[in-house]
């Protein structure tokens, strides 16, 4: 999983596409010239005549070849209409009609482009292919400790990447709402263009195991997502030479290279310390990278 790799893809798929409908927009244009060669002559004469047309600003001139655009568009529109010739075709039918299928308009990545990316970055980060979003928050069910967290997540958000905390802890009991913010964090950085790795602390230390015995590499995704999302830290079981050591390196390694990681655990700060060890928890609990989130509330699964 890789960002420029999918970048790249997407890019690749654009150009495809409109080579695609460039292609079948030249065969049906070549197909009816072929059968019609007197429509490909009017063509070619009322090119010739937009082109001068366009050339002159005033004069007598002016207004014959006015006069022989109208002439000439007036037989080609009845020759299409003898023929049942769709004249629509004759311009390629591009998906985007504002980017033409390039992925950039008004020198900007067209929304197409975006909404493509966000799609395969949404099914790169985990099996779920959608997440929570910040505005399915629910303030009903929401004490003011749940509204502060979800403000202080929104403005982090949209700070990135010049924010100062990578290193984003949510504290609380099961059923406080962690889970649902960082889906909301994971929506809103995917939406950005974000490569954003999601994983339970169950999958990322199976994923630790695999890669320890050589048959999979893809933990390495997880040092280099752009945000890495563990759920759930301290439900996994403790694994000899893989939890401990693979957790401290993974998260060793994105602190170095300032790549923000989002935590969200039942355990307290002294149970985080007395579960690994001191050198995981100092990383983590760094107060100059570290912004740590306490949820207070009571379960919303069973209040819902």
Known sequence: MNKQKIINSIKQEFMLKRIRAI?????????VYKTHKELRELFMRYSKVRIERMKKDYGSNLVELEREKRDLEGKIHHFVEKYNIDLSKFKPKYDCPYCEDTGVYNGKICSCLLNELNKKLSLATSSQTTFKSFNDCNLDIMDETD??????LKDWCNLYPKQSKININILGSAGCGKTFLLECVANEMIKKGNMVCYKTAFELNELARLYHMGKSYEFSDCMDADILIIDDLGTEPVLKNVTKEYLYNLINVRQIKKRPTFISTNLSQNDILSRYDERIYSRLANKNLALNISLTSNDKRINN
């Open 23 to 31: 292609d079948e927009c030249e065969q049906y244009t070549q197909s």
């Open 147 to 152: 509204k502060k967290a979800c403000k202080l």
